[in-house]
């Protein structure tokens, strides 16, 4: 396992809640503006940019948009992870929120295809991608700026405090969401309502940019540049090495099952429980939010868990838990109970998914060496997602549509996808020491 409990700087306490606070913010903010799009991909972007006379195809065409989100993130994670390597952890992490946020905020004043035609979704699409670089660069860097300034025997901790702003920022969306479509009509909140928690990120940002600004860079990063060991180009002597070649394909298939099953129980759950079960639009995205909630308070205790039993052993554990549950918990979905709905969303984001979200950022940061790390594990976030993330919402449309809406085939590429990722996880242990 590479070390990440050298030579650091011992640090004040404040200093360290400071940087926790820092990590914290800055991916509560990034990922309310990046999963902002998916509810609203799933209840008002098929209308306003998207209009079809097929509601199935406007619903995939606006969780397309989604996905290219997904397939920007790499490269984000690739060009922002080869600043963090050689310039600086912190660089990067104020370059993303600055990026993040005029992005959200644009889409929010985006006129719709009725104004502007087809500029409209071209002007989306653009906006999304710039979320997306910014994500990927972002996650990595929030990580690292955590874990890199852990003391001994709690980088489990640090390292899981990154992911409770998941948590957070898919709660403050959708609950934003929920509280806007309470306040107003349903036209009303189509007309500009939604808008409203859009713009509204130029707040978070402001707020995020401030802590940013006055953390120092970690003590790991300091130490390479003291040192001279940067790596010259992070990417070419990350792929040069084979235990990091291989650290890289299997973290992209463990994390399949973490991104399918955050991407199906906080994004796509909304589209299904409100257009084909027929369910409150509120009463969906309120569940969600509760669940997000129930994941951002267990996450660092998965941290815990993770220092003391190990990462593989627990991420494991949630990922045995998503494929177990995957087929019932649709089945359940599909009752049309109002109950099983809230049980199914509540459990599965807010157990299963916390077991993962909390135990994988310090698993995939310990995949590399130091001098590569932002750029490997950013790799193996942001590439996993293209297809792990991004396309599950339109994989599971298109699977429910072949199958007349019944649950068993989502349910099932939930299960099968589960299977692959415990299969990188145990042969991870095979020669990851």
């Given at each position: 396992m590479t070390a990440l409990t050298q030579d650091r700087a011992p640090?004040?306490?404040?200093?360290?809640?400071?940087?926790?606070?820092?990590?914290?913010v800055g991916t509560t903010v990034e990922w309310y503006d990046f999963f902002l799009y998916a509810t609203a991909a799933s209840l008002v972007f098929p209308k306003l940019f998207f209009p079809a006379h097929d509601e199935v195809v406007g619903?995939?065409?606006?969780?397309g948009t989604f996905a290219v989100g997904?397939?920007?993130?790499?490269?984000?994670?690739l060009l922002f992870g080869h600043i963090?390597?050689?310039?600086?952890?912190?660089?990067?992490?104020?370059?993303t929120m600055v990026a993040m946020g005029a992005a959200t905020a644009l889409i929010g004043l985006l006129p719709s295809v009725a104004t502007i035609g087809v500029a409209a979704p071209a002007l989306l699409v653009l906006l999304r991608i710039v979320q997306g670089l910014a994500v990927g660069g972002e996650w990595g860097g929030a990580v690292l700026l955590?874990?890199?300034?852990?003391?001994?025997?709690?980088?489990?901790r640090f390292g899981s405090v990154p992911q409770v702003g998941l948590g957070l920022g898919l709660a403050l969306g959708t609950g934003v969401f929920a509280l806007l479509g309470s306040a107003m009509g349903q036209e009303a909140f189509v007309g500009y309502g939604w808008r409203i928690a859009f713009v509204a990120s130029l707040v978070l940002v402001a707020v995020g940019l401030v802590i940013r600004l006055r953390v120092l860079e970690t003590p790991e990063f300091r130490r390479l540049a003291a040192s001279g060991e940067l790596a010259k180009v992070p990417a070419v002597e990350l792929f040069r090495t084979a235990r990091h070649r291989r650290g890289l394909g299997l973290g992209m298939l463990a994390r399949w099952a973490e991104g399918a099953a955050f991407n199906t129980w906080g994004v796509f759950a909304i589209s299904y429980a409100t257009t084909t079960v027929h369910l409150s639009k509120n009463s969906v995205l309120i569940a969600v939010t509760c669940g997000a909630l129930l994941?951002?308070?267990?996450?660092?205790?998965?941290?815990?868990?993770?220092d003391r039993y190990g990462r593989r052993t627990v991420f494991g554990a949630g990922v045995v838990a998503s494929g177990l549950t995957a087929l019932?918990?649709?089945a359940a979905l599909h009752s049309g109970s109002t109950v099983l709905m809230v049980l199914v969303l509540v459990g599965q984001l807010g157990i299963g998914y916390a077991l993962m979200a909390g135990a994988e950022a310090t698993l995939f940061a310990e995949l590399f060496d130091a001098p590569v790390r932002y750029t490997g594990m950013s790799l193996v976030f942001q590439g996993s997602g293209v297809w792990a993330s991004g396309l599950t919402p339109v994989i599971l449309t298109g699977l429910l549509a072949l199958a007349g809406g019944q649950p068993w085939a989502a349910g099932?590429?939930?299960t099968a996808v589960a299977l692959i990722s415990l299969l990188s996880i145990l042969t991870m242990r095979r020669w990851l020491a």
């Open positions: 640090g004040s306490a404040a200093a360290r809640r400071t940087i926790l606070l820092a990590s914290l619903t995939m065409l606006a969780f997904f397939v920007a993130r790499p490269i984000g994670g963090g390597d050689r310039l600086g952890r912190k660089r990067t992490l104020v370059a955590a874990t890199e300034n852990a003391p001994p025997g709690r980088i489990g994941m951002a308070a267990l996450v660092p205790v998965v941290g815990w868990l993770a019932p918990s649709f099932g590429y939930l």
